[in-house]
């Protein structure tokens, strides 16, 4: 029986390019080889596809594949944009489709629905570039009071993101912010545990399948930002150390987030878990990272799904929708 041509498809002119570089690299290397010939298919920041280190045009590529795995992270790769490209050129494609890849890197439409779902998230407010942010900083002081979480509005992996304890410090968040986007979301800051949750879809007989939660714990006094995110300075504790019942409800939310914003295949959300106000949920991420060291692989492990497994499982679901 021939082998299935998957390409393997990393980098893109994201932020996120050296973690897309990562996830891509452990893909390649764990993709089952007596079931699939890999090809590398590497998109550089200039907008340059190769296919095995050869520049070729994006159409001769795909064509030249049976199924895409999309191992890009960040704006371009999970916003929608190469979903579009890749449906234009027919090829199936792991991960979620145009409209919930959009609407789930737009975090404040992503906010809207999980509001109206049911889900709870922190109070907040969209600031644009244009704004008059002298004027908009009071505004904001008076709806939402410090600490504040400023993140640019449509980027991952906390990417430009600050905590602001007073006016200039907001200030100076939203000009990072700005670095990367035209937008910024500016949040209540929510002192809780912090949780993410994957959702793997029809594995074990079931639709959507939550994998167990993972409780993160950055270093004293900092956050969950990109750079203790990456540097392993971060204890994961899988399963967390929540009782049964949160562990049930954090599930549930993610199952819930994955649904409401459509998204398929397998998706990862975040949540911060409060002891008086309960779980809040932050955002959802429709292309988890596949790193050594990201979650969702770690969560799978501990449910006995092993990494190559769970690659052969997101092919199979491309090829299905």
Request: charged share 25%; glycine share 8%; aromatic share 8%.
């Amino acid at each position: 029986m021939p082998k299935i041509k998957v390409g393997v498809l990393r980098g893109g002119p994201s932020a996120e390019y050296e973690i897309s570089l990562l996830t891509g690299e452990n893909v390649l290397k764990h993709l089952p080889k007596d079931k699939y010939e890999v090809r590398d298919l590497l998109w550089t920041k200039d907008g340059v596809l190769h296919q095995d280190g050869f520049p070729k045009p994006p159409p001769k590529i795909f064509k030249s594949v049976d199924v895409v795995f999309n191992a890009l992270h960040g704006e371009y790769g999970e916003d929608g944009r190469v979903q579009q490209e890749l449906e234009l050129h027919d090829v199936p494609y792991t991960g979620s489709g145009i409209l919930a890849s959009a609407v789930a890197m737009k975090k404040h439409l992503a906010k809207d629905i999980f509001e109206k779902s049911g889900l709870k998230t922190p109070r907040g407010t969209v600031v644009s570039k244009e704004n008059d942010l002298e004027k908009k900083i009071q505004e904001i002081a008076k709806i939402v009071p410090p600490f504040w979480v400023v993140k640019p509005n449509g980027r991952g992996s906390s990417v430009g993101t600050t905590i602001a304890k007073s006016s200039p410090e907001l200030l100076a968040g939203l000009i990072k912010a700005f670095s990367y986007d035209r937008k910024a979301l500016v949040e209540e800051y929510i002192e809780g545990r912090e949780a993410t949750c994957g959702v793997l879809e029809n594995f074990r007989g079931e639709k959507y399948y939550a994998l167990p939660v993972i409780e993160i714990v950055p270093p004293d006094g900092r956050f969950f930002d990109y750079e203790v995110k990456y540097s392993g300075a971060t204890r994961e504790i899988c399963p967390g150390r929540f009782d049964r019942e949160t562990s049930q409800k954090l599930k549930t939310a993610a199952i819930l987030a994955h649904q409401v914003l459509g998204c398929r295949h397998y998706s990862r959300s975040d949540f911060i878990v409060t002891p008086k106000r309960g779980i809040f949920a932050l955002e959802t991420n429709t292309l988890p990272g596949l790193t050594s060291q990201s979650l969702l692989p770690k969560a799978a492990e501990a449910v006995g799904l092993s990494f190559p497994r769970l690659l052969d499982h997101l092919v199979s679901l491309a090829f299905q929708h």
